[in-house]
């Protein structure tokens, strides 16, 4: 049932406080990470994590490569698994081979956690669905909790991912002593504190529906970011383009000069990511150069951007990953309300299915 929201992803974009709170319970004490259904000895000799998924799993995977490498200090790979399952990858056993995915159903996935598998590399896989075909073949499971997800266009689920793996880079980090308890204590307080940040205000819903409306036309947009902020502005572009039909990409920020810049013109449209917290002069700077060639700007962030058309601005947080959460919805609320003005079918977007289960 819709609860008197207008579509399921609505709903789902309002349940993330509840369903992040949900993938919380039990998993933090003041200053560990607990997950009993991990086998710490999991990543006995493990000397690599490799990341696989596709789709917004993925994106939520490519968070997951900051994360690790800087707060747990293991070398990262990530992979979209349509690609690795066909380009004679190498896999070495001192790698744990990690599948991603909101069904644990999806082929691509599903054949390179066979593949890993079959190499004798072990498998973990971080999931929302007890019991699919990813959680019964591998070695072990994390689930991400996020209830059932009915909106084609994925959303909580990606909000639990991102969860799971920053409590998971914790983990590591305790057990290869690469944060002291001080650091980790800390992160877990801030971690406690993403609840709070993914609530919708009705404040924040009305200002993006009544300024999606200058973006329903154009050619095109791009959603610019750097480090976490790029995996979440390809988030951002997927959202969009999957149910508003508009074409959107995501780029790191510091990669427009190197060519998409040339596309910039006042009807190109540039969603700015701006996290006080982490690199914001770099990115500002980046955003600096489309406005001044003209694209038009909507920018998000704490700290007001005069140089922006359109500025959506988030609460105040101290981390650098909560002003994550808080943009993700707020990217997320931005497509519902493009898509609901282009009259599209929010839920059931052409072309696309919940699950993909062939190749
Ligand atoms: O169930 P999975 O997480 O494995 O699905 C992967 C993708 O098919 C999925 O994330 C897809 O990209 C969504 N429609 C995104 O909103």
Redesign the pocket.
Known sequence: QKDGYRFFMEKEIYEQSVVISDTLMGRLSDDEIIFDELDKTLFDGIKEIKLC??????HAAMSASYLFERYSKIKTSLEIASEFRYRDPIMTKDTLFVV???????AD?LETLKMAKAAGLKTLVICNVDNSSMVRLADATILTRAGIEKG???TK?FATQVTVFWMLSLYVAKLKNSLTQKEIASHISTLREIPSHVKVSDEMHERIKRLSKRYLHGHGFFFIGRDVFYPLALEGA??LK?ISYLHAEGYPAGEMKHGPIALADPELFTIALLPKHLHYEKAKSNVEELSARDSTICAISQIAFERADDFIEISECDHYMLEFFEMMVVVQLLSLEISIRLGNDVDMPRN?A???TVE
Do not use: R
Request: proline share 0%; net charge neutral; charged share 15%.
């Open positions: 998924a596709c789709g917004t799993s993925y991603i995915s909101q069904s644990g159903e999806t996935t084609v266009a994925s689920a997927l959202k999957e696309l919940k699950s993909v």
